[in-house]
């Protein structure tokens, strides 16, 4: 596609639920990022993928979130048992081979865990 | 880690004046500062970086510059325009694509 594209745009779920947040990258691009931004914070890095796999997942915070990307192209976010702290918004970055430089944000999924 | 504060939080400036934002970092190994602008509801868009080999680089009205000594870099808009207005984050990695955010400064232009 054009851009990067994040579905839903939004979500409200209830405390304890599982939630998952899809991110399709820009077509071709090996590389996949998922942030996390708070209100009034700038984006945390949470997991990056070169390809189907997880290279660094370093910035998950806890066993609750989890992230795959099977074939290398679209990726899922999945929340278990979500959390009032959980709500953010979630962003998806792509870039072409990997590296800081060249990165594209999709416009986030705003989670809200009620 | 890498830590980047930026300052100031918010900025007021009226349409046709300069704006800078200032940012620093604490890993002397990075060596990749992009500027980000934020618009309600849209994800970050790189508008300009900068790599540890330049001091500084200039985009129409828009500049960063870099002082690796102090680890502080900062961006310059010229002739600011009220659809300058939005939220921009500076941020720095040592391109392990990690890379760390400020936490945001939110610019308004007044007409």
């Known amino acids: 596609g054009a851009g990067v594209s994040q579905t839903p745009s939004n979500k409200v779920t209830e405390k304890g639920k599982y939630v998952e947040l899809r991110c399709d990258p820009i077509?071709?691009?090996?590389?996949l990022y998922w942030y996390r931004q708070s209100l009034g914070q700038g984006p945390e890095f949470l997991i990056y993928f070169q390809g189907t796999g997880a290279a660094d997942d370093s910035g998950l915070p806890n066993d609750r979130f989890f992230a795959v990307r099977p074939e290398g192209s679209v990726s899922t976010l999945k929340i278990q048992r979500t959390e009032r702290g959980d709500s953010a918004v979630y962003l998806c970055?792509?870039?072409?081979?990997?590296?800081?430089?060249?990165?594209?944000f999709g416009s986030g999924t705003r989670l809200t865990v009620v | 880690g890498e830590n980047v504060e930026q300052h100031p939080s918010t900025l007021s400036v009226q349409e046709g004046d300069s704006a800078v934002i200032k940012c620093t970092y604490s890993?002397?190994?990075?060596?990749?500062f992009p500027w980000y602008k934020q618009e309600l509801g849209k994800g970050p868009q790189l508008i300009i970086d900068?790599?540890?080999?330049?001091g500084e680089k200039k985009d129409q009205r828009i500049a960063v510059t870099l002082n690796k000594t102090a680890k502080h870099f900062s961006l310059h808009i010229t002739e600011t325009q009220p659809e300058d207005s939005a939220v921009y984050f500076c941020a720095a990695s040592n391109n392990n694509n990690d890379m760390r955010f400020g936490a945001g400064t939110r610019l308004t232009v007044k007409p």
């Open positions: 890993d002397s190994a990075s060596n990749y």
């Open positions: 900068i790599r540890s080999n330049v």
């Open positions: 970055a792509s870039s072409l081979s990997g590296g800081a430089a060249g990165y594209t």
């Open positions: 077509s071709g691009h090996t590389a």
